[in-house]
């Protein structure tokens, strides 16, 4: 019996050892599993703190970015009144414009008038100068008729006073 009490004894201590060694690995696969959930744990707990942060930064760039959509919009009404106010502008000056042309249009109809009762006066005075022209030739014609005629008379009397001379001194 003495060998089945030792028999018993290692048996049990065998047994002790491997419950032991069961409850080591036990214990070793909790702390693993308690120190993944620590883990997670700390970083959930970073994850909440990241988007604490970012949330508070985002609403500070969503109270900028209010800030410029309100300026935004002061500015966009701003713009409108001028963009009407340079309608207004443009559809003055097209008037305008429009008024110019025809007036423009009328001031050509006028030059193209005038230009024609100048190229009328023109050619009158060009057929004045013509006709004058033919007058000076005219008078010329008769000035040399009269010099030639002068000339000649000049002659004869030349000869007719030659004559009287010659006949006064024949006498």
Do not use: H, P
Not at 116 to 138: C, F, P, R, V, Y
Request: a negative charge; one cysteine or more; aromatic letters at 6%.
């Amino acid at each position: 019996m003495k060998n089945f009490q030792q028999n018993l004894l290692i048996v049990l201590a065998i047994a002790l050892c491997g419950l032991c060694a069961w409850q080591w690995y036990a214990q070793t696969v909790q702390r693993k599993t308690i120190g993944d959930l620590n883990q997670m744990v700390f970083d959930r707990s970073a994850a909440i703190e990241n988007y604490t942060n970012s949330i508070a930064t985002l609403d500070s760039q969503v109270n900028e970015m209010d800030g410029r959509i309100v300026g935004l919009k002061s500015t966009v009404a701003t713009n409108e009144q001028i963009t009407v106010s340079q309608k207004a502008q443009i559809d003055q000056l097209q008037f305008d414009n429009n008024n110019f042309t025809n007036e423009i249009a009328q001031y050509k109809a006028a030059v193209d008038a005038l230009e024609a009762k100048l190229k009328d006066a023109d050619d009158g005075i060009d057929k004045q100068n013509e006709t004058i022209s033919n007058l000076l030739s005219q008078r010329n014609d008769l000035v040399q008729k009269y010099d030639e005629l002068a000339t000649n008379r000049n002659d004869i009397v030349a000869k007719y006073n030659e004559l009287v001379k010659q006949a006064d001194g024949n006498k």
